[in-house]
């Protein structure tokens, strides 16, 4: 009989690996160049309360998350806008700062790290090797033709990598695949814009291809984490193949969506700014009668634990109200290790399990709260 072929993707959507079905908690980190400013309001709701009761403009204008720096303070009025211009001047750029970070993140400690996620009882870490801004995480091999050196120069994915995995813990990489700031300028204040605003050129889906497959075969993750989307490209199924022909049981989250070039006529705009506003709130609940997309092995919520769906999900969150390091965060903006507990305690009867961010400071330090949180886990670990 002849050999039974495996589907392209989707091949663990039922069936998970079974450390994947015993974890309940892991650890996401965002660490960046958005980690030198290091500013996000802290006078506003958090992710997923704004998106239940609040506007897009009003997330946009008053983004809490500070790894969207970049993006903030280029909208007049916002508060990231002001902060910008009262610290740093209208003439400094954000790229300014990756000096800065390629200086300071040599101090970083990432055996540290990994025995204080393991003591805390994370089973997986996912780790962002290029988010929205575009600055690359390690010291990648594809030229990027808008901006040189836009990387680290040490390879700190591996050897977090290899600290990880050293511990028993699972390994995954984010990777920003649908935006890159390097590729486009214009500010995101809408839906729409966040959708359509996004690089087309084959340019940018040769960058992103070649990425992708770099991680692929130097890192052999566990977890492919894009997020928002990806772009316009039909090579994506095979991606998908590549991907588990070298990691048999890896699995894909479900940030992939597609949004079709024709899409992009600025006259469709409102309408789809309406639209694509609905489809994102629906996904924070991702009811069964819901279209799900069309590639996933699991689903993800952010912060919020309203799931309603019948498949293996992630919810993540910060510990505070941004992913990115807010040097602004106060005391009563972070969650408590008890209110952790609480949340993988809800979740995982339901196939879910939580991925909990940790933001270090520009030099790779875990900052005091988030480090004491890490602690007090690790007494009882959830």
């Not at 806008?81 to 790229?95: A, F, I, Q, R």
């Not at 290899?162 to 995954?172: L, P």
């Not at 316009?232 to 193949?241: A, N």
């Not at 408590?336 to 933001?359: F, M, W, Y």
């Amino acid at each position: 009989m002849a050999k039974k072929e495996q589907p392209i993707v989707n091949i663990h959507r039922q069936d998970p690996p079974q450390w994947f079905k015993d974890a309940g908690f892991g650890i996401f980190i965002h660490w960046g160049v958005y980690s030198v400013p290091a500013y996000a309001p802290v006078d506003v709701e958090d992710f997923g309360t704004i998106m239940k009761e609040k506007s897009m403009k009003y997330l946009y204008e008053n983004q809490p998350y500070a790894e969207w720096y970049g993006n903030s303070m280029k909208i007049p009025g916002s508060p990231a806008y002001k902060y910008h211009h009262e610290h740093y001047g209208d003439h400094t750029p954000y790229t300014s700062f990756a000096k800065s970070f390629q200086q300071t993140s040599q101090a970083v400690d990432v055996e540290k790290w990994a025995d204080m996620f393991a003591a805390a009882g994370a089973k997986y870490v996912v780790v962002v090797t290029k988010h929205h801004d575009g600055f690359v995480m390690y010291p990648t091999e594809v030229n990027n033709p808008n901006i040189a050196d836009y990387h680290l120069n040490f390879d700190y994915v591996g050897q977090l990598a290899e600290a990880v995995r050293k511990r028993g813990m699972h390994f995954g990489v984010y990777y920003s695949s649908l935006l890159d700031w390097t590729f486009t300028t214009k500010p995101i204040e809408s839906t729409a814009d966040l959708i359509l605003s996004t690089n087309k050129t084959q340019t940018y889906l040769d960058y992103a291809w070649d990425q992708w497959h770099e991680l692929i075969d130097r890192y052999h993750p566990d977890i492919l984490w894009s997020d928002i989307g990806y772009p316009d490209d039909p090579r994506l199924p095979q991606l998908f193949k590549d991907f588990y022909q070298v990691m048999p049981d890896g699995l894909v989250n479900d940030r992939w969506s597609i949004f079709p070039n024709w899409m992009r006529h600025q006259y469709l705009h409102p309408l789809f700014n309406w639209a694509a506003k609905m489809q994102f709130k629906q996904s924070q609940k991702a009811d069964p009668k819901d279209m799900p997309p069309q590639y996933y092995d699991y689903r993800t919520i952010e912060y919020t634990t309203d799931w309603h769906g019948t498949d293996y999900f992630e919810t993540t969150r910060g510990m505070d109200k941004s992913f990115g390091y807010n040097q602004f965060s106060r005391p009563q903006d972070y969650i408590t290790a008890d209110e952790v507990r609480d949340i993988v305690r809800l979740v995982k009867p339901q196939k879910g399990r939580l991925l909990l961010n940790v933001g270090p400071e520009k030099d790779g330090t875990i900052p005091p709260y988030q480090e004491q949180i890490l602690k007090d886990l690790a007494e009882k670990q959830p």
